[in-house]
Structure formats: structure tokens, C-alpha cells
């Protein structure tokens, strides 16, 4: 059994698997939630047969299904009854906030969403604090429900 990742830039990333019993799988995982499953044929590797398209819920339901139990932090999956996503917010040249401190955009307090990362083109900047400068061109990485992502959205973008 063999996996291997790779990052699909501007998509997501791909998780291919061989299995023992000597078959290919895959999975892309989009940065906008979708999943998916590749399934390939055993007599050529990279001749897919099939693909079954998983929006966000339908694949965490079939991971839940494929390995019942524990979630990440030690607790049955779903027990905390959170409905988080992780989205990615450009900040264009007519952004309000381009060129000023991340604090003024008072994001998490507005929307309840937080900015954990920004992603420029010479790195990215983890925890970025209230006084970091965003840039036109940068992608905001937000934590937070769907909702309070797509407000944050909306703020950056000046709607």
C-alpha cells in the first residue's frame, strides 16, 4: 500500500493510493469543499474508469462511514456540533483594506469569522496580527462557519 500527495495550485491537492490488492485511487480534494473519488483501472494505473462527485457534507459522511469512531481531537465525530470551513478571501486593488492594517478590517468581531493566514506571493504569513499590512494580491485564509466566511468575503471585497 502506497499514498501520495500532490498539490493541484488554484484547485486543491490530489491524494492517490495503491492499494495491496494492487488497485489505484484517488481523490482531489478542491479548496472549495468538493471531493472527488477517482477509481482506476488495475490492467492500466492511469486510465480512470470512474469519478463520483462529494460536495463537503457527503464526504465527511462517507469518511465517518469508512473509519466510524473517533474524530481528530479524540471525540465522536459531529459531538460538538460544529459546521466550520477554511476559505480562501482574495483582497483585489479595489479592496477598502488594501494597503492598511489587518485590524482595521475588525473581521472576527463583525463576522465571527477569523483570519488565520495570509498567502502573498513571497510566503505565506501564519497568525497574522492587527497590525500586519495587507496588499492588493493577497488571499486571506479565513476559519469560521459558511456564512461568517462569506461575510468576511464581502467586507474585503468593499459589498
Known sequence: MSTHRTPLPGVGVQYDLATRGGRHLSVVAHEDGRRFVGFYSPEDPDACQA????DSDEAAR???LIAPGDGANGLP???LGLDLVTERVPLGPES???SRPLGDTRARTRTGASIVAVLRRTGAVPSPGPDFRLEAGD???VVGTREGAGEVADLIAGA
Open 51 to 54: 469519478t463520483v462527485e462529494l
Open 77 to 79: 465525530s459531529g459531538e
Open 96 to 98: 477598502p483594506y488594501r
Open 62 to 64: 462517507l469518511s465517518e
Open 139 to 141: 488571499i486571506l485564509l
